[in-house]
């Protein structure tokens, strides 16, 4: 698998192209299920894993993926072999309630313990990537800031990243970091597929064309998680989940699954492949329950897009009446 090094100068990853996600590991998906998918992607030249504090408590027990992963490593003698992602923020602090009312929030004391805890479920000397996992603006961004980059600075984190915020709310934390000469941001994982999803001014978790310039301009590293919206490309007749389901998709649809028979692909191949060759590259970040769900996906790694068909793929849907319709109207 081919791989690519993400850097904010100070520290440098080299990470696949491909990210797997371990959100359901221990809880949906077994731990006998999980470490063969953890083997296969290995084999398959697949070294980067992403994880989470709060991943699990939805049945009671936060923490339970990081475990996993961190059993897995132990068992197999995995060490630096693999880059591990994890991230603070959304742990509840009320078993058995994982509301978003309840969630641990982004203070100076959350970062420093749940970074200790998370190191030692994964039995890891430092946490690769941490990210700040959903934006907490009851707490002074300026003591978010200085937590993160008093654990870079420690080495206890090697890169910074943001997840579920806000484009100004990133910049204006990197701001801060700059103005100190601190680890600030360096990667940003949101939510992002091939589907347009409707706008919806409200909504944060998203890759937006805004998010995309800034990347751009700062050479930050985007991650799509979601990048296959819940197995959607994969049955034909299930309509898109909400926010998606809108005349705009449905002809970028038809586009999709004409490319993927082309090209002798699935259509959840071409999204990937579609999402790593952008411009610039996010690196997808896939689940899969199954080893043959996984080899599925694997399948993305070496398919090509040419010029052509991802001017096709693009084009699609973007003069919808729909849209047309949602443009407001000129007052002067």
């Given at each position: ?7 904010d ?52 027990d ?21 880059v591990?992602?994890?991230k ?9 309630d994982p ?9 100076a ?38 937590a ?94 909400a ?15 004409e ?5 002798g ?37 070496d ?30």
């Amino acid at each position: 698998m081919r791989q690519r090094q993400i850097s904010d100068g100070r520290v440098s990853l080299q990470v696949s192209q491909l990210c797997l996600g371990t959100m359901y590991f221990g809880y949906r998906t077994d731990e006998r299920t999980s470490f063969a998918i953890l083997d296969r992607f290995l084999e398959a030249g697949g070294n980067f894993l992403d994880t989470a504090n709060n991943y699990g408590q939805w049945h009671g027990d936060a923490g339970e993926s990081e475990r996993v992963i961190g059993r897995w490593r132990r068992s197999r003698g995995v060490t630096d072999q693999v880059v591990v992602a994890t991230k603070v923020g959304a742990r509840t602090l009320v078993p058995g309630d994982p509301s978003p009312a309840h969630w641990q929030g982004l203070g100076a004391k959350t970062i420093r313990e749940d970074a200790e805890t998370s190191l030692r479920q994964l039995g890891v000397e430092r946490l690769d990537l941490y990210y700040a996992h959903v934006e907490d603006r009851s707490t002074p961004l300026e003591e978010t800031v200085d937590a993160l980059a008093e654990l870079a600075e420690r080495g206890t984190v090697g890169l910074l990243g943001a997840s579920n915020h806000a484009t100004w709310r990133i910049e204006r934390a990197r701001a801060i970091a700059r103005a100190g000469g601190r680890p600030a941001y360096q990667c940003v994982q949101q939510e992002h597929s091939y589907l347009l999803p409707q706008p919806d001014p409200g909504q944060l978790n998203l890759i937006t064309e805004e998010l995309i310039d800034y990347a751009t301009a700062e050479d930050l590293t985007l991650l799509a998680y979601s990048p296959l919206l819940k197995g959607v490309y994969a049955r034909p007749d299930e309509a898109p989940p909400a926010g998606y389901d809108h005349p705009s998709n449905q002809q970028r649809l038809a586009v999709l699954r004409e490319v993927a028979a082309e090209l002798g692909a699935t259509p959840n191949q071409v999204v990937l492949a579609w999402l790593m060759q952008g411009e610039p590259p996010t690196i997808p970040v896939v689940g899969a329950s199954t080893v043959a769900q996984l080899d599925e996906l694997l399948g993305a790694v070496d398919l090509r897009l040419d010029r052509d068909v991802r001017e096709r793929l693009e084009a699609a849907g973007h003069r919808a009446d729909h849209w047309e319709a949602r443009a407001p109207t000129p007052t002067g």
